[in-house]
């Protein structure tokens, strides 16, 4: 199994934009589905975006949460070593701890939802917007 683990948190304001990366140390993340979750103090993670396996020259299944469909974007590097959560016009309810977690054997929608009993996880990065 891979290792994940996350950067690229920070503090911005509001509007800003960060390109949050999780890279995988070990297996590389070509099979598995990929996630980024996010918790606020006191509460559960939710799924934010969370993407297929490497399929090569087809693009991979996404799902996104609708409150940041057209604000945050999930790519993965082409050694599928990394998957980056690229988000543009930050809001403060946007500000969490952002993890990112791989599957084997799921959808992106399922994935996302809570569908899934993941063990596979990074330890998390901190972002934060300011209004």
């Known amino acids: 199994q891979p290792q994940l683990v996350e950067s690229g948190g920070g503090l911005v304001q509001r509007g800003g934009s960060l390109i949050l990366s999780c890279v995988a140390y070990?297996?590389?993340?070509?099979?598995?589905?990929v996630g980024w979750f996010r918790q606020y103090p006191g509460q559960e993670r939710e799924g934010v975006l969370c993407?297929?396996?490497?399929?090569?020259?087809?693009?991979?299944?996404?799902y996104y949460r609708d409150s940041v469909n057209g604000r945050f974007t999930i790519s993965r590097d082409k050694d599928n070593r990394a998957v980056f959560l690229q988000m543009i016009n930050l809001q403060p309810e946007d500000t969490g701890v952002y993890y990112c977690?791989?599957?084997?054997?799921?959808?992106?929608?399922?994935?996302?939802?809570?569908?899934?009993?993941?063990?596979?996880w990074g330890q998390g990065t901190q972002v934060t917007v300011s209004t």
């Open positions: 070990g297996d590389t993340l070509k099979n598995y589905f």
């Open positions: 977690a791989a599957h084997l054997f799921t959808t992106p929608r399922t994935m996302c939802n809570g569908g899934e009993d993941l063990n596979l």
């Open positions: 993407v297929g396996p490497d399929q090569g020259s087809h693009s991979p299944s996404i």
